[in-house]
């Protein structure tokens, strides 16, 4: 039987809230066994670019980033972000190590093509080399992931956090027992959107389509769930969409085959 | 007899000239063995600093670390600076990691405490992993290691960049038989300051002793060379001071006991 780990993505209004990060921090350092932090920054980003005098361009809630906006994405997400994540982990006990896809080649990406939107420098994943994240994890030490790429000719590139969570599981895959948990700022998947406490407890591939064909999901979370399919098929064992100060797996929305 | 490893480290100008940048990692990445990169970036802190309207203060070439300059710190040299050289080292086939000390707890420090002067959010490095940088290492990985340590409850600390390559220098050297590389924009320790041919090729301690008393070495190379010496007698074979563009341990001032 595979060795059990666990995912968690952790978005960026978490990370900007003391309170629900303390949390968050607290209960993550609570799981047992191997883990993974993945997480976001956006908004923390948008405030230092705005600070800066760099306007932030969004289309369907993706981040242009041109020049200027790599630099303070990389700054924000690698740096700021990253590095307090780790030294408040350490400080829990947790023995975190701070990653962009650049680091060990952990994360290589192409630049997305432009078709409609020219995104800029924004990477779209072509692998992540499960076997030297795992020489990390079996050391006992927990990645804790930025949501940048590389090209491996140099270049840094922005890949969403929801998608290095779920390419990450799924390089893990392979060999772990993989649960993946996508926190945010909702207690699950709701089937009114106007009701907090809505929330579908489980979702099969079959509920996923005729949900997106009735409109209950529509939005962010059509890519989310996306996201949590496509791991599921490529051997993640489960996806846990949840409240962020609710990582423990007993709650939320539950996503399998 | 024990491995040769080589600690270089490079100041923040050369990471902010791209010609002479682009020939430090292509010279960094010819250096055949094992190998650790200690990176500044002060003028480029500086730089961001200044237009989020930070005013950067220097008390005897040390930088003043209030709360809003640890965020800058933390954000330029943790993700600017460190993300930007991994994935150019990354392109030159050099298997690199950034790390802070927060990173696997690599470098615990504690906050300099206020005696004259409180120079804020600043570490003095309190103890070097080596055994876990060691893993790394003998894995293949190359540190990159960013000028910011932790102190082990949850706080990121700027910690000069010349101690960094000094402390782990000493923490490597119970292993391996250590080089430490300290390139910068002179050729080496000048006997005239304005000749920069005059360049020094060997000083002992008593030399050293000599050209402190005689006003010699002066200002910034004080300090680098109380380093160098610090780290020789805790283990390291040799110190280099030399060009940024000349790290091949055949040019600048050699350090020996």
Redesign the interface.
């Known amino acids: 039987m595979k060795e059990k780990i666990t995912v968690v993505k952790v978005g960026g209004a978490v990370v900007e809230d003391e309170a629900r990060l303390s949390r968050l921090l607290s209960d993550f350092s609570a799981i047992e066994g191997r883990k993974v932090l993945v997480h976001g920054g956006g908004r923390r980003a948008t405030a230092?670019a705005s600070?800066?005098?760099i306007e932030s361009k969004m289309v369907n809630g993706r981040r242009i980033t041109d020049r200027d906006m790599l630099?303070v994405v990389?700054?924000?997400?690698?740096?700021?972000v990253?590095?307090?994540l780790?030294?408040?982990l350490?400080?829990n006990g947790v023995?975190?190590?701070?990653?962009?896809g650049?680091?060990?080649?952990v994360i290589r990406s192409h630049k997305r093509p432009v078709k409609d939107v020219d995104y800029g420098f924004v990477g779209d994943v072509d692998r992540v080399d499960g076997h030297k994240l795992r020489?990390l994890i079996e050391?006992g030490?927990t990645p804790v992931m930025a949501p940048?790429t590389?090209d491996?000719?140099?270049?840094?590139l922005n890949t969403n956090a929801d998608t290095i969570a779920a390419e990450t599981a799924k390089a893990l895959a392979e060999h772990y027992d993989v649960t993946l948990i996508f926190s945010f700022e909702k207690k699950g998947v709701l089937s009114n959107p106007d009701d907090e406490d809505s929330v579908i407890p489980l979702i099969t591939r079959a509920d996923f389509e005729r949900y997106v064909a009735d409109g209950t999901v529509v939005g962010g979370m059509l890519p989310k769930l996306e996201n949590a399919f496509e791991a599921i098929s490529a051997g993640v064992s489960r996806v846990n969409i949840t409240l962020a100060t609710a990582i423990d797996g007993r709650h939320g929305t539950m996503i399998t085959e």
Request: net charge negative.
């Open positions: 230092v600070r800066l005098g630099e990389t700054m924000v997400y690698g740096g700021l990253n590095k307090n780790v030294a408040r350490q400080a023995d975190a190590i701070g990653l962009t650049a680091d060990i080649d020489t050391a030490i940048l590389h491996g000719n140099g270049n840094i």
